[in-house]
C-alpha cells in the first residue's frame, strides 16, 4: 500500500517548455487535489476532481490543466512554463470532501 | 470568504518546552478545523481534527479545541521533542466552500 506517489520529485523547466506531473493513489479514493505550495502563502487549491473523468478549478488554476481518466490518477499539466509556476506541487487525494486529505510527497519544480 | 491566520514562524524551543500555536479563521457556516504536519521533505499529514464546537483533537501529545465564540483553533503539547520539529499548517474545511483553506504554517524547530 504506497498511498500518494507522486511523479518526478523534481524537475527543472525552461519557459515555454510544457510538461506533466503525475499523481497516483492506490487507497480507492474518490476526491483527488492538486496544490502547489509556495513560502508565506500555504497551499494554495489548484483543481480538483470529485471522481473519474471530472475535474474542477480550485484557487489558482489559470496555467494549468488536469486530467482524471482512471480513478487512481490525477495528471497536471503545464502547456507553457512560465517562472511564476515555480514551487512545490503536492497532489492529495480523500474519501470524501470534508474527510482527511492523504498528500503525497511533493514535485519540486522550478522554471528558468 | 473563508480564510485561516496562523503566527508567524519560526518558533524555536528547547525540549520540553511547552508548546502553542495560535490558529484563528474566519468562515461560514459551521466548519471543520484541522491541523497538518510536515516533516521535512515529506508531504502533508493529518495531526488532529475537531467537527464541532468545544470538540478537542489530539493525537501524539498535541492538542487543539475548537473554540466558536473565540474562532480560534490553537495547538498546545506539554513537551516538545526534538523529533517534533516541523511545519505545522491549521487548515479548516467549510461545506459551502467544498474545500479546505490552509494557513501559512507556522516552523517549529526544537533543539536539545
Known amino acids: 500500500n504506497a498511498g500518494v506517489t507522486q511523479t518526478p520529485k523534481f524537475r527543472v523547466l525552461k519557459t515555454g517548455q510544457s510538461m506533466t506531473l503525475l499523481c497516483a493513489q492506490d487507497?480507492?479514493?474518490?476526491?483527488m487535489y492538486w496544490y502547489r505550495q509556495d513560502p508565506g502563502m500555504g497551499l494554495r487549491l489548484i483543481h480538483y476532481s470529485v471522481g473519474e473523468g471530472t475535474t474542477a478549478k480550485g484557487e489558482v488554476p489559470d496555467g494549468y490543466n488536469v486530467s482524471r481518466l482512471k480513478k487512481q490518477n490525477f495528471l497536471l499539466g503545464l502547456e507553457s512554463a512560465a517562472p511564476s509556476q515555480t514551487s512545490v506541487y503536492f497532489c492529495?487525494?480523500?474519501?470524501?470532501?470534508?474527510?482527511?486529505?492523504?498528500f503525497g510527497p511533493g514535485t519540486r519544480l522550478t522554471v528558468t | 470568504g473563508n480564510s485561516v491566520t496562523q503566527m508567524e514562524g519560526p518558533v524555536t524551543l528547547s525540549e520540553e518546552a511547552f508548546l502553542t500555536i495560535n490558529c484563528t479563521y474566519t468562515?461560514?457556516?459551521?466548519?471543520?478545523l484541522f491541523w497538518y504536519v510536515q516533516y521535512p521533505g515529506e508531504g502533508l499529514q493529518l495531526l488532529l481534527k475537531?467537527?464541532?464546537?468545544?470538540d478537542k483533537g489530539s493525537n501524539k501529545g498535541f492538542e487543539a479545541t475548537y473554540r466558536k465564540e473565540t474562532t480560534s483553533f490553537h495547538l498546545e503539547k506539554g513537551s516538545v521533542q526534538v523529533s517534533d520539529s516541523a511545519v505545522y499548517f491549521c487548515?479548516?474545511?467549510?461545506?459551502?466552500?467544498?474545500?479546505?483553506?490552509f494557513g501559512t504554517g507556522t516552523r517549529l524547530q526544537v533543539t536539545l
Open positions: 487507497m480507492n479514493h474518490e476526491y
Open positions: 492529495a487525494s480523500s474519501y470524501g470532501s470534508e474527510l482527511e486529505q492523504y
Open positions: 468562515a461560514t457556516g459551521y466548519p471543520s
Open positions: 475537531a467537527t464541532k464546537a468545544d
Open positions: 487548515a479548516l474545511f467549510s461545506g459551502t466552500a467544498s474545500k479546505l483553506t
